[in-house]
């Protein structure tokens, strides 16, 4: 190889390495709980949406899906 090349090769290594480092670090805790509560927020509008529940019960449940929402954006300062 030329020393041109071999310089490229090193530079789209190093670049490929500094690219996976982020997949190959582990998530912080806080990370996996910020994941799961909007994963939780999820699944309860999709109670919310259910058609055959009656009118009353997803009123319900749309103001626990809200208040879950408003916890998250106290807590995480974004939007879920």
Do not use: H, N
Not at 36 to 62: F, H, K, P
């Amino acid at each position: 190889m030329s020393g041109k090349g071999t310089w490229a090769l090193l530079i789209v290594g190093g670049l490929l390495c500094l690219a996976l480092i982020p997949a190959l670090v582990p998530d912080s805790a806080e990370d996996a709980a910020r994941r799961e509560a909007v994963r939780q927020i999820e699944v309860c509008r999709e109670g919310e949406r259910d058609a055959l529940a009656e009118l009353a019960t997803r009123r319900q449940v749309r103001a626990m899906c809200d208040r879950m929402e408003q916890q998250f954006r106290e807590r995480y300062r974004s939007s879920p």
